[in-house]
């Protein structure tokens, strides 16, 4: 379906002067046919006036169901007799033929996004039985326009198994707009519905391939080669494959995805415990093993001076104790108590 632009439909105001003045003439037309008429059947010229001013009272409300007023980055999808005949865009007060009618399958959708055009306007009665809430509509009122501004679609979290099998559970926002209002309407049964299932099925299939933190022997990317791609260290790259996905998707639907971002990112509640140990131990062993590296470089260091100035000589035996009791000092997790040996050292 290809999308046509209606422009030249800006006439509303005229044809609402017009609508009022030919309602007025047909009002005093019926009056002036009755009072020429008045009550004389040869009458001719008052009959004609009566039948032409109460045909046009009757009727002639129709014409101002052609009239439409659009807002700044709205659209109307206009279809005549089940054909489509075009698409009022821009903002401004037009008149179509009367009989046709706005389409759009997805106004009484509501997702979780910002900048839905109108809403639904619904009176409803509330039954409450055994428990359960029962809600009988009464009346609807759909507003059928499309918004073409930028919207922001706020899908739920899911919970992923990244790909190495940890339960994830992650959010993800997801900038888009409507530039094809044709593709929207009739390619799609419901464009909003359809744009929330393939957010979340592209989100599934990329984070599947990345795991929660940097792990070996890992190819993100389909090379054969192990990187260092990551959800929580490669967020601006994740993100970016995930739009692109979603773009593919949903373009068959005149949606354009303008950005995606990751929301939030955690390790699922059964298993956030255990990780954060694991990650806490990892931190342990990585700040011990600094610790010793220092303090090795720091005991050579003594070793080398002290045996440069011949400040002392220290047999084997001796060395390695100084080495060991160097080591404590360094990297005991509570100061060093000192002893004073007053006496000789041999």
Same mark, same amino acid.
Not at 186 to 209: G, H, P, W
Not at 267 to 278: D, K, N, S, V
């Given at each position: !379906?290809?999308? *046509?632009?209606?422009?030249?439909?800006?006439?509303? &105001?005229? !044809?609402?002067?017009?609508?009022?003045?030919?309602?007025?003439?047909?009002?005093?037309?019926?009056?002036?046919?009755?009072?020429?008429?008045?009550?004389?059947?040869?009458?001719?010229?008052?009959?004609?006036?009566?039948?032409? @001013?109460?045909?046009?009272?009757?009727?002639?409300?129709?014409? #101002?169901?052609?009239?439409?007023?659009?807002?700044?980055?709205?659209?109307?999808?206009?279809?005549? #007799?089940? *054909?489509?005949?075009?698409?009022? *865009?821009?903002?401004?007060?037009?008149?179509?033929?009367?009989?046709?009618?706005?389409?759009?399958?997805?106004?009484?959708?509501?997702?979780?996004?910002?900048?839905?055009?109108?809403?639904?306007?619904?009176?409803?009665?509330?039954?409450?039985?055994?428990?359960?809430?029962?809600? &009988?509509?009464?009346?609807?009122?759909?507003?059928?326009?499309?918004?073409?501004?930028?919207?922001?679609?706020?899908?739920?979290?899911?919970?992923?198994?990244?790909?190495? @099998?940890?339960?994830?559970?992650?959010?993800?926002?997801?900038?888009?707009?409507?530039?094809?209002?044709?593709?929207?309407?009739?390619?799609?049964?419901?464009?909003?519905?359809?744009?929330?299932?393939?957010?979340?099925?592209?989100?599934?299939?990329?984070?599947?391939?990345?795991?929660?933190?940097?792990?070996?022997?890992?190819?993100?990317?389909?090379?054969?080669?192990?990187?260092?791609?990551?959800?929580?260290?490669?967020?601006?790259?994740?993100?970016?494959?995930?739009?692109?996905?979603? $773009?593919? *998707?949903?373009?068959?639907?005149?949606?354009?995805?303008?950005?995606?971002?990751?929301?939030?990112?955690?390790?699922?509640?059964?298993?956030?415990?255990? !990780?954060?140990?694991? $990650?806490?131990?990892?931190?342990?062993?990585?700040?011990?093993?600094?610790?010793?590296?220092?303090?090795?470089? &720091?005991?050579?260091?003594?070793?080398?001076?002290?045996?440069?100035?011949?400040?002392?000589?220290?047999?084997?035996?001796?060395?390695?104790? &100084?080495?060991?009791?160097?080591?404590?000092?360094?990297? @005991?997790?509570?100061?060093?108590?000192?002893?004073?040996?007053? @006496?000789?050292?041999?």
């Amino acid at each position: !379906m290809k999308e *046509k632009v209606i422009s030249q439909k800006k006439n509303g &105001m005229a !044809m609402l002067i017009f609508s009022i003045i030919t309602y007025i003439a047909a009002i005093a037309a019926t009056i002036a046919g009755g009072i020429i008429t008045d009550g004389t059947p040869d009458s001719t010229l008052g009959i004609v006036l009566l039948v032409i @001013g109460i045909t046009w009272v009757s009727l002639g409300w129709i014409l #101002f169901m052609g009239l439409k007023v659009l807002k700044p980055q709205e659209a109307l999808v206009l279809t005549l #007799f089940g *054909k489509y005949v075009g698409t009022l *865009k821009g903002d401004g007060f037009y008149w179509v033929n009367p009989f046709c009618t706005a389409v759009n399958p997805a106004a009484s959708t509501k997702l979780r996004q910002s900048g839905d055009v109108g809403g639904e306007n619904r009176s409803a009665l509330t039954f409450k039985s055994e428990g359960d809430t029962v809600t &009988m509509n009464t009346g609807t009122s759909l507003d059928k326009r499309i918004s073409l501004k930028m919207m922001t679609l706020n899908n739920n979290k899911q919970k992923i198994n990244d790909c190495l @099998g940890n339960p994830i559970e992650i959010g993800i926002a997801v900038i888009w707009r409507v530039v094809d209002t044709a593709k929207a309407v009739f390619d799609v049964d419901n464009y909003k519905e359809y744009l929330s299932l393939q957010c979340d099925t592209a989100l599934r299939n990329i984070v599947r391939l990345y795991p929660y933190d940097v792990a070996p022997n890992v190819d993100t990317t389909g090379d054969g080669q192990a990187d260092e791609g990551s959800l929580r260290g490669s967020s601006e790259i994740v993100a970016q494959r995930i739009r692109d996905e979603i $773009q593919e *998707k949903v373009k068959n639907a005149g949606i354009e995805i303008i950005e995606a971002r990751i929301t939030y990112l955690a390790y699922a509640p059964e298993i956030a415990a255990a !990780m954060l140990q694991r $990650q806490q131990a990892s931190a342990v062993v990585d700040a011990r093993k600094l610790i010793v590296d220092g303090a090795v470089g &720091m005991v050579e260091m003594a070793l080398e001076q002290l045996s440069e100035k011949s400040v002392v000589e220290l047999d084997e035996e001796r060395k390695a104790a &100084m080495v060991s009791n160097l080591l404590v000092v360094l990297c @005991g997790n509570h100061d060093a108590q000192p002893i004073v040996n007053s @006496g000789s050292l041999y």
